[in-house]
């Protein structure tokens, strides 16, 4: 395991044992961890309005991009701990400023979570408008930056029937797959292909602080 990330079964003694909850199994898999999931605290949407993901569980129907609401099957939980000082960049989660991709408000996303983008230039080179990237390749597009991750990150995964599409905290479209596995109703485009296109995109500004 690389030394800058700590699963919590190989934590130091004295650490409180991962959290279950009916419905929830717990994932103590770092690689599962930075693949994907949202951080706890994102807000998405339900048939009971905008719920933090945490708060979900087995049963709980969710709002999707191409099958209106259906219901969550299982929710996995993981706890990703970071040595801060030693993480390489390329494992921080990515900070987006309110309005970046749809977002109402600022929020953090793994680099390796699939986002659905929507585009002119992807229809054009993909024949499809709507493509997926990880997050990793928004770096730099409208106001989008790695930022330094804490010592632990609360990380859900959620798993409905089959691929979905959900909406994150307004229209910021986030892709989860059934039994962890992913079989893409879009086009899913390499990191150089990602930036390529992500290059192409208009920016809006987006005032600091």
Not at 94 to 119: K, T, Y
Request: glycine fraction near 10%; aromatic fraction near 4%.
């Amino acid at each position: 395991m690389p030394k800058h990330l700590i699963d919590r079964k190989n934590a130091a003694h004295g650490q409180p044992p991962a959290r279950t909850v009916p419905g929830t199994r717990v994932v103590r898999d770092e690689a599962l961890a930075l693949a994907g999931g949202l951080i706890a605290g994102t807000r998405v949407a339900t048939d009971m309005g905008w719920l933090p993901v945490e708060e979900l569980r087995a049963g709980d129907r969710v709002a999707t991009f191409d099958n209106g609401m259906r219901p969550v099957r299982a929710v996995h939980v993981s706890s990703l701990h970071t040595d801060v000082a030693g993480a390489p960049r390329g494992v921080w989660p990515l900070a987006l400023p309110a309005g970046a991709l749809g977002n109402r408000s600022a929020l953090r996303v793994l680099p390796g979570q699939p986002i659905l983008i929507e585009s002119d230039a992807a229809e054009t080179l993909y024949g499809d408008a709507f493509t997926l990237v990880s997050a990793a390749v928004l770096d730099g597009h409208n106001g989008i930056a790695p930022v330094e991750p804490e010592s632990e990150i609360s990380i859900v995964t959620l798993e409905f029937d089959g691929d979905e599409v959900i909406y994150v905290d307004g229209t910021l479209l986030a892709q989860c797959g059934a039994d962890g596995a992913r079989h893409d109703n879009y086009p899913r485009l390499s990191e150089a292909q990602g930036r390529q296109l992500i290059a192409t995109m208009p920016s809006a500004h987006h005032p600091q602080g």
